[in-house]
């Protein structure tokens, strides 16, 4: 069994900075791909970014590329986001994901993750 939790959602203004975290536990010896997906209001879900169980391979969806980081705390297992430079159009549900397979790349793909958190809300106003 895996669970997956999130935190640090909120209330923030435009161009200020947001880190989400995300805890990976249990049977995680079998996790090779963790990753942060969104879903803003009246959208489909889609992904953020991607970490392998290296830390070494991470990939960035254009929709945020440039303004995040994902990091990855091997001795906490905790998955971070770093957000920078939010947008209103960056409100939304962000999400932290896990699969026993490989990280899939150039689509990041919700269907191939099957474990999920109850997901964090982070508002952006101006």
């Known amino acids: 069994q895996v669970e997956v939790v999130e935190s640090g959602g909120g209330s923030v203004r435009t161009g200020e900075s947001r880190l989400l975290s995300c805890i990976v536990s249990g049977y995680t010896h079998s996790i090779q791909c963790r990753a942060w997906f969104r879903q803003r209001p009246g959208k489909d879900r889609e992904g953020v970014a991607i970490i392998d169980s290296s830390g070494a391979f991470k990939k960035y969806a254009n929709s945020m590329k440039g303004r995040v980081t994902i990091s990855h705390d091997f001795a906490k297992n905790i998955v971070y986001l770093q957000m920078n430079d939010l947008k209103p159009e960056d409100t939304a549900t962000y999400y932290c994901?896990?699969?026993?397979?490989?990280?899939?790349?150039?689509?990041?793909?919700?269907?191939?993750?099957?474990?999920w958190g109850q997901g964090t809300q982070v508002t952006v106003s101006d």
């Open positions: 994901a896990a699969k026993t397979g490989p990280c899939g790349w150039p689509d990041i793909r919700a269907a191939e993750y099957g474990y």
